[in-house]
């Protein structure tokens, strides 16, 4: 890792120490902080259950929309789970771990192999040659252009946005991660195990409450909605055309942080069900600052306001997106493929 250089890809970068100093203080968590946003997450996300409960017998028109806001709520819980996961939510390891694999069961997700598979993400994000662990599949134009038909097809079909947005979300969170990865330690293993029986409890009690169609349904729609946004969120992070990657040799962290993930500039009000993770530059930076206080140090110093944020119009462009052009340093569309042919003909 490259971190003495002052420049890369063209771009100048902060040394280490500067940005350091000032993330420092950010990266403190405060408990009072971090109660209330379970307060004013969890409280109205279960009351968002009773109410479903309570509208199942009057009328299905009534319980979808409150599925939908219990998805968005859904966000929120993640985002407590995935702070959690960082040690950054709570200053005690121990509230951290408890918050984290309550939250982790309301997300379906396991909390200690989810964490080991995450801390891979935050420490190969952009490098080209660690590719393949909790990220978005990315080919570099080459790659694609030497694949076999077969590989293209599959290539392709991942990247169709109902794919990754619809379908994705739903395995990714019913079915993946239900079973542990190879590489995956015993305490890594039996906690998607733990996990599963947790969920499973709790289903068996919802479902006896609601009925299992009626539960199915909820559960389903929740699901779609906050899967659904927790993945685009995600993919819009590290999809923008002038994002970074890098061969391993040459990939830097701070750069990696502040030029390959984006500042993505919401509404408030989605700002709020999001948790500040918008301010994913900041978070790549340091995992360490709680989602509270993200907003904070991207306002803290000029720094961080020279990364250009991404608005939800433009990150629509995003949909555009699908290799990495390793030449033009930039993400390109399938039109890019056609083109080198015509000029090969």
């Avoid at 100093?21 to 405060?30: G, N, T």
């Avoid at 959690?84 to 951290?96: M, Q, V, Y």
């Avoid at 006896?208 to 559960?219: D, V």
């Avoid at 391993?248 to 989605?270: C, H, M, V």
Wanted: aromatic fraction near 16%; charge should be positive; proline fraction near 4%.
């Amino acid at each position: 890792m490259n971190n003495d250089a002052s420049m890369t890809s063209g771009k100048p970068r902060p040394k280490v120490e500067v940005w350091k100093e000032i993330v420092f203080k950010y990266q403190q968590p405060s408990a009072w902080r971090a109660l209330w946003q379970i307060i004013n997450t969890v409280i109205p996300y279960a009351a968002l259950w009773y109410l479903m409960y309570v509208c199942v017998p009057i009328s299905w028109w009534l319980v979808v929309p409150l599925a939908i806001l219990a998805g968005g709520l859904l966000v929120r819980v993640f985002i407590i789970f995935h702070d959690c996961g960082h040690g950054s939510f709570f200053k005690s390891s121990a509230a951290n771990d408890a918050v984290g694999l309550l939250a982790g069961v309301l997300t379906f997700t396991p909390y200690y192999h989810w964490r080991w598979e995450h801390a891979i993400h935050h420490s190969s994000a952009g490098d080209l040659d660690r590719r393949g662990t909790g990220d978005v599949w990315t080919m570099t134009v080459q790659e694609y252009l030497e694949a076999s038909r077969w590989k293209k097809f599959a290539y392709r079909l991942a990247r169709n946005p109902f794919i990754l947005f619809v379908i994705a979300p739903l395995f990714l969170f019913l079915i993946r991660q239900r079973f542990p990865s190879s590489k995956a330690s015993r305490r890594e293993r039996h906690s998607v195990y733990a996990m599963n029986l947790a969920i499973l409890g709790v289903a068996l009690m919802l479902i006896w409450t609601f009925g299992f169609k009626a539960y199915l349904l909820i559960q389903l729609i929740i699901l779609m909605v906050a899967g659904g946004a927790g993945v685009w969120m995600f993919y819009v992070q590290h999809q923008f055309e002038d994002v970074y990657w890098e061969r391993g040799e040459n990939w830097d962290y701070t750069a990696a942080a502040l030029q390959g993930s984006s500042f993505y500039k919401l509404p408030r009000i989605l700002q709020w069900f999001s948790g500040n993770i918008g301010f994913h530059h900041i978070h790549h930076l340091s995992p360490r600052i709680p989602n509270y206080n993200l907003e904070k140090c991207h306002q803290a110093d000029p720094l961080f306001q020279q990364v250009k944020p991404i608005t939800m119009f433009s990150s629509l462009k995003s949909f555009t997106y699908r290799l990495w052009d390793e030449k033009g340093r930039r993400l390109v569309g399938y039109g890019h493929i056609r083109q080198l042919r015509r000029q090969h003909k």
